[in-house]
C-alpha cells in the first residue's frame, strides 16, 4: 500500500531527508520549493516519507521546516493515526516485544544499552564483551552451555570443558565453540548474522550446512540462508572491545552505518556518490560526532546536523 512506512524505499526516505535540509537552510531558493513540489506531487510515497520526516523533526523542536501546503497533509495525517490509536494501544505490548531493543532488553539475562560496552562473567569462567545494543539469554544445564543471542555481537572467551559443549545461536546461525575465543554477531536491519574467530575451532551450522572454521576465519549467512566463508582481521572487526573502530578502505555508506549503531538517532547518506567513497581509519567509539567531524574534513563531504536524533552526510 502506498505510503506505508514499511514499504517506502530507503531511497525516497533519502530524498525526503535532503528535501528537509535543503528547504530548512536560509539559502533555500523559490526554484528549489518549486522542484520540491513536482518531487512531491510525483508519488504518494514522497507525500509520506517527507511528511513522516517533517513531523518527526517538526515534534522535536529542534528544526524549522517550512510548511507549505505540507500544513494539510499534516491535518490528513493526524487524521489517519486517530483511526489507529485503538489498534496502536492493544498492539503496544507485542510490538516492544518483538520489535524494539525494549524487548529484547526485557527478556535478556544481560544487555547494553546504545553506544555501551561491558564485559561479563558466566557462572563456569566463560568471559564475555557485549556490544552496543546487545542482548542475550543464558541457559545452562547439565549436558549443555547455551547462549541465545537475542541482537548485537558479543565477543566469547569460552571456559573449556569437552563434556558440555558451549553454543551461541540468533536463530538463524548456530556456533558451537570447540575450546575457543570468537565473536558472533546476531541477524539485524542491516547485517547478516556472523561468526569470527580469533583462536581455536568453531563449528557453525545454518540451514543445514554445517563448516568448521580456524582462527582468522569467518562465517556469514546471507538473506537467502547461503552460509559463506572468507578470511578476516578478526583483531580489527572486534576493535570495538577496546572502544575502537577499525576501517581499511571500505564505504563510507558501510562506515556511517557502524557508527550509526553506536549513536541514538540517525544517520542518513543522502547521495550514493559519497557512499561509495572509501574510509580508512581508526575511530572512538565513544565519540562519534568527532568520527563524523573527522570524516567531513578529510573527505569531500557535508555533514548537517539536524538535531541530537538526525544527521544527513552528503557531498561536498
Known amino acids: 500500500m502506498s505510503g506505508d512506512r514499511q514499504t517506502i524505499d ?8 535532503g528535501w528537509v535540509a535543503r528547504l530548512q537552510s536560509e539559502d533555500a531558493t523559490v526554484i528549489d ?55 496502536c494501544l492493544a498492539a503496544g505490548v507485542a510490538i516492544l516485544s518483538l520489535a524494539t531493543p525494549y524487548g529484547a532488553r526485557w527478556r535478556a539475562d544481560y544487555y547494553t544499552g546504545v ?12 568471559q564475555v564483551d557485549l556490544n552496543t545494543d546487545t542482548a542475550l539469554v543464558v541457559r545452562y544445564d547439565q549436558g549443555q552451555r547455551k547462549v541465545r543471542l537475542l541482537r548485537g555481537e558479543a565477543f566469547f572467551a569460552v571456559a573449556k ?37 580469533e583462536e581455536g575451532r568453531v563449528e557453525v551450522e545454518a540451514a543445514g550446512q554445517k563448516a568448521i ?38 564505504p563510507l555508506r558501510e562506515v556511517l552505518s557502524t557508527l550509526e549503531r553506536y549513536r541514538r538517532g540517525r544517520i542518513l547518506l543522502i547521495d550514493e556518490k559519497a557512499g561509495a567513497l ?22 569531500p563531504l557535508r555533514v548537517l546536523r539536524l538535531s541530537g536524533l538526525m544527521v544527513l552526510v552528503q557531498s561536498r
Open 10 to 17: 530507503d531511497s525516497v526516505l533519502q530524498a525526503a531527508a
Open 33 to 87: 520549493r518549486q522542484a520540491f513540489e513536482r518531487w512531491l506531487d510525483e508519488h504518494p510515497d514522497h507525500r509520506a516519507a517527507y511528511e513522516e520526516l517533517r513531523a518527526l523533526w517538526s515534534d522535536l523542536g529542534e528544526v524549522p521546516i517550512p510548511e507549505g501546503r505540507l500544513g494539510q497533509l499534516r491535518a490528513q495525517r493526524r487524521r489517519r493515526v486517530g483511526g489507529f490509536v485503538g489498534l
Open 115 to 126: 553506544g555501551e560496552v561491558r564485559r561479563i562473567a558466566l557462572e563456569d569462567g566463560t
Open 161 to 197: 570443558n569437552p563434556q558440555r559443549p558451549f553454543v551461541v545461536e540468533d536463530g538463524s546461525i548456530s556456533a558451537t565453540a570447540l575450546g575457543t575465543r570468537y565473536s558472533v554477531g546476531a541477524t539485524g536491519a542491516d547485517r547478516a548474522a556472523d561468526v569470527k574467530v
Open 213 to 250: 572454521l580456524g582462527a582468522g576465519e569467518a562465517a556469514t549467512i546471507d538473506r537467502q540462508g547461503r552460509l559463506f566463508l572468507t578470511k578476516t582481521d578478526v583483531a580489527a572487526g572486534t576493535a570495538w572491545r577496546d572502544g575502537k573502530l577499525v576501517f581499511s578502505r571500505r
Open 278 to 299: 572509501e574510509v580508512s581509519g581508526i575511530f572512538d567509539l565513544h565519540d562519534t560526532d568527532d568520527a563524523l567531524s573527522v570524516l567531513e574534513a578529510s573527505l
